[in-house]
């Protein structure tokens, strides 16, 4: 039989790989391209209503897209509460630490629903130039020491444990919301380009989604990070050469 600690290790991880296919199974039932989330489709005046269902679809793509390579750093957390006073207050633990992963990309949604109706109200030609800046910073971005800190926090779980270790629930928020913040710091850019570039197309999060989990699980992910800073750098002056491949993007995303 499995140890308590396992057995709490491995409900963890089945939680939360039905909750990523659940994620997976809403995407694709309700693509991007979908009136709630397409910044192309999305009425000019930003509204309430039409921001509380954008930040909700948002979080839904966050956690499709970003649990699968948060998988390790929370198993391991899961892992590190054997000596927990009970069950529930494992449990407990586990979940604040889960649930500020889901906070910070939820909370990311606002300022993305701002810029995605503010989108609606430039010209093809900026919009195109825009495309290009973005997609030109995301790549430095890419390159910078800023993203190795960030990648190296995300691709050892140990040394984070390590370096950020506090104990009962109220530590599980604190450790959670620290390394959601790396995850952010590490990822922002991509999903800038998802949404500027990509227009929340559900190819771009395919890519992107398979580039976050290369970056942050396979051997010399690192490199993968650098070589896909290159390619949208590239892609970038490419665009801002030929503005009218800006809207190609767009398009074949949708």
């Known amino acids: 039989m499995l140890a308590p600690r396992d057995r709490a290790t491995m409900l963890t991880y089945a939680v939360l790989l039905l909750v ?3 994620a997976w199974a809403s995407m694709l039932w309700s693509p991007m391209g979908a009136d709630e989330m ?12 039409e921001a509380v269902a954008f930040v909700a679809a948002w979080a839904v793509m966050m956690a499709a897209m970003m649990l699968p390579s948060a998988l390790p750093m929370i198993g391991l957390y899961a892992a590190s509460q054997r000596s927990a006073p009970s069950p529930a207050a494992k449990a407990a633990a586990i979940a604040a630490f889960v649930l500020m992963y889901l906070v910070v990309w939820a909370v990311t949604g606002l300022p993305i629903y701002v810029a995605s109706v503010a989108l609606m109200a430039v010209t093809s030609v900026t919009l195109a130039y825009a495309i290009a800046g973005v997609l030109v910073v995301a790549g430095f971005f890419q390159l910078s020491p800023l993203k190795q800190v960030c990648l190296r926090h995300c691709r050892s779980p140990l040394g984070f444990l390590l370096g950020h270790w506090r104990a009962g629930w109220r530590g599980a928020v604190a450790m959670g919301w620290a390394h959601a913040i790396y995850c952010l710091g590490c990822c922002w850019a991509l999903m800038v380009v998802l949404v500027v570039a990509g227009a929340m197309g559900l190819p771009w999060v395919l890519l992107i989604a398979c580039v976050v989990a290369g970056e942050k699980l396979l051997p010399r992910g690192e490199w993968i990070a650098r070589m896909t800073g290159v390619a949208l750098a590239v892609l970038g002056v490419i665009v801002a050469l030929r503005p009218g491949l800006a809207m190609a993007l767009r398009a074949s995303s949708m």
């Not at 192309?40 to 005046?45: F, G, I, K, L, R």
């Open 20 to 22: 990523t296919a659940a």
């Open 38 to 49: 397409a910044g192309t489709e999305m009425v000019m005046a930003p509204s309430v209503g």
